[in-house]
């Protein structure tokens, strides 16, 4: 990776070696990181992200905004109804 890169993680905590990723952006090699996951959920208090220079920890919560629940209960309540009217919806099979 380039000098300086930044690195942005929306995955899974446990993709990064977030000790390698703070040493590297300690000695500039890594220019930034962000990320909206750890590798323990909630984020542990000895996270060595945690203080880390140029780094954006952010919680994992980008589903849990207003709109989106509003939506997400909006989907559901069409389902039961389709399926009460026999014409099933979003199925598993």
């Known amino acids: 990776m380039k000098q300086g890169a930044i690195l942005i993680n ?10 390698a990723v703070r040493a590297a952006l300690e000695s500039g090699k890594l220019g930034g990181f962000a990320a909206d996951v750890a590798s323990t959920e909630p984020i542990s208090p000895d996270n060595p ?4 220079p140029n780094c ?8 849990a905004a207003k709109e989106t629940r509003a939506r997400l209960l909006s989907v559901v309540i069409q389902n039961i109804a389709d399926f009460l009217a026999g014409d099933p919806k979003n199925r598993v099979c």
């Open 49 to 52: 992200l945690l203080g880390a």
């Open 56 to 63: 954006i920890l952010t919680p994992h919560i980008a589903w």
């Open 10 to 19: 929306t995955a899974r905590g446990q993709i990064v070696d977030e000790a």
